[in-house]
């Protein structure tokens, strides 16, 4: 008896539904005021325009996110190092991370010819070699492996500086914690 009764309830419940459903469709192009389904006007587009500009001042700069890259990469090297092969991945990780959030801050910068130099491509290549290299080697567990791929990756995040026309910017294996990965002595 109860299951019948229940039966009952979930036929009417499902009839119901039905219904509504079919009703709001029928009401729902004559429910959408005209206004909305016209452009903004002027003063709503102009308020949007200023929330952009208000954005994009609180928005973050590339150099920023590149100060976080260096603290995370100058970390991985020291745990490479050491060995701690938990801690190296977690700040491999990182580094990746923030390599990719710099490129989405900017992902086509102005070389010194003024010519577009894609970001994008040069990290994917990037991430494709050197810095994969890295990667495996922090999951291999290799310490000899892992000093010749930072030092590589050290290359092409140089590489990719003087693409970028900031050939001045250009990273080194850090000599203790917490200090700068950039090479301050001038290139002979």
Not at 81 to 93: H, R, T, Y
Not at 99 to 106: E, G, M, N, P, T
Not at 122 to 138: N, P, R
Request: aromatic share 6%.
């Amino acid at each position: 008896m109860a299951v019948k009764h229940l039966r009952q309830q979930l036929v009417g419940f499902g009839a119901g539904l039905a219904v509504g459903i079919v009703a709001t469709l029928t009401a729902l192009p004559h429910a959408v005021p005209a206004r909305a389904q016209a452009a903004p006007l002027p003063d709503e587009l102009a308020a949007l325009k200023a929330d952009v500009e208000l954005l994009k001042q609180k928005a973050t700069d590339q150099s920023h996110v590149m100060a976080d890259v260096a603290h995370h990469f100058s970390c991985l090297w020291f745990a490479g190092e050491k060995e701690n092969w938990a801690l190296a991945d977690f700040f491999f990780s990182e580094t990746q991370s923030h390599l990719r959030w710099a490129v989405r801050v900017i992902p086509v910068r102005k070389d010194a010819a003024g010519r577009d130099v894609d970001l994008r491509g040069i990290l994917q290549g990037i991430e494709t070699s050197s810095l994969k290299e890295l990667h495996d080697a922090v999951a291999a567990k290799d310490k000899a492996r892992f000093e010749s791929a930072y030092r590589q990756m050290t290359q092409s995040c140089a590489s990719c500086h003087t693409a970028s026309a900031k050939p001045y910017l250009r990273p080194k294996v850090p000599d203790r914690p917490d200090t700068d990965v950039i090479e301050f002595a001038p290139q002979p």
